[in-house]
C-alpha cells in the first residue's frame, strides 16, 4: 500500500497525463473517426444525390419543350417503320399493295428464318443485328409481271413503311416483256426494352439528322395501316327506351 502511495506520489503527474492520453486517443478512434467518416459519406450522397436531382431537372426540362403530340406522333412514325415485334400480316400486306401499285403478281411468300414466329425473346441478334440495333426477319418472294412493273416494285419497296431492304434477286425471262423474279428481302423490328434507363443517362433532343430521317419516313406510304370501320348496318346513338309507349 505504501508502495502504491510513493508510485501516486512520484509519478503523478505522469499517470494523470497517460490516462488523458488513453481518454483523448479513445475519444478519437471511437468517437471523432467515425463521425468524420459519416460525415464524409454524407456529403458524397449529397453530393451524388445534387447530380441526380440536376439529370431529372435537366429532362424534365427537356420533356417540358417537348409537346406530348409530338412525341406520340414520332413514336407512331418510327412503330410504322420499325415495329416492336415481327408484325408478319404487316408484311404481307405492305408487299401485297406495292406490288399491285406496281402492277406485278405476286407469286408465293415466305419467312425463311427457323424458328422466326417464335416469341422475339426467344432469339439471339446475330452480329449484323447488332451492329443495325434492331433484329430482321428474312422473307423470301416470288413475283411475276413485265419488266417495268418489276423495276417499279424494286425502285418501291425500299421507300415504304413498313421498312424492307432488297439482300438479293433473281430474274428470269418467261416470255419477251413477261419475267419472273426470286426476292430475298430482309424487314427489321426492335423489341420493347426489358430494363429501364438509368437516371444518370442523360435525355437529349433529336439531332437534326434524327428529325430529317423522321420527316422522310413520314412521307413514305403507309400500306398496312389499321382501317377502323363500323360494320355494316351499326347504327350509333341513344337506344329507344323498350318501355316508352
Known amino acids: 500500500m505504501r508502495q502504491l502511495k510513493y508510485i501516486w506520489r512520484t509519478y503523478r503527474e505522469i499517470i494523470v497525463a497517460s ?10 478512434v471511437f468517437g471523432v473517426l467515425p463521425t468524420v467518416k459519416n460525415t464524409l459519406a ?14 431529372l431537372s435537366q429532362k424534365a426540362a427537356t420533356l417540358d419543350a417537348l409537346p406530348e403530340t409530338t412525341l406520340r406522333a414520332q413514336l407512331a412514325i418510327i412503330v410504322s417503320a420499325i415495329p416492336t415485334d415481327k408484325a408478319i400480316p404487316s408484311v404481307f400486306a405492305t408487299v401485297d399493295r406495292v406490288a399491285a401499285a406496281a402492277g406485278v403478281q405476286v407469286v408465293d411468300m415466305s419467312v425463311t428464318q427457323a424458328g422466326s414466329l417464335a416469341t422475339s425473346s426467344a432469339q439471339k441478334l446475330s452480329a449484323e443485328e447488332k451492329t443495325l440495333g434492331a433484329s430482321l426477319l428474312p422473307l423470301a418472294l416470288s413475283l411475276r409481271g413485265s419488266t417495268e412493273g418489276l423495276r417499279a416494285f424494286i425502285s418501291r419497296i425500299g421507300s415504304v413503311r413498313r ?29 420493347l426494352p426489358t430494363t429501364i434507363g438509368k437516371i444518370e443517362q ?44
Open 202 to 245: 442523360p435525355l437529349t433532343k433529336l439531332t437534326k439528322e434524327q428529325e430529317d430521317a423522321l420527316t422522310k419516313l413520314a412521307s413514305f406510304p403507309w400500306f398496312s395501316q389499321p382501317q377502323v370501320s363500323a360494320p355494316q348496318g351499326a347504327v350509333f346513338g341513344h337506344k329507344e327506351n323498350p318501355f316508352a309507349r
Open 163 to 191: 421498312l424492307l431492304r432488297i439482300r438479293n434477286f433473281d430474274i428470269s425471262v418467261i416470255a419477251p416483256g413477261n419475267v419472273q423474279a426470286r426476292l430475298a428481302l430482309d424487314t427489321f423490328y426492335v423489341p
Open 42 to 55: 454524407s456529403f458524397d450522397e449529397i453530393k451524388t444525390l445534387s447530380a441526380d436531382v440536376q439529370t
Open 19 to 28: 490516462f488523458m492520453c488513453l481518454v483523448g486517443f479513445g475519444t478519437l
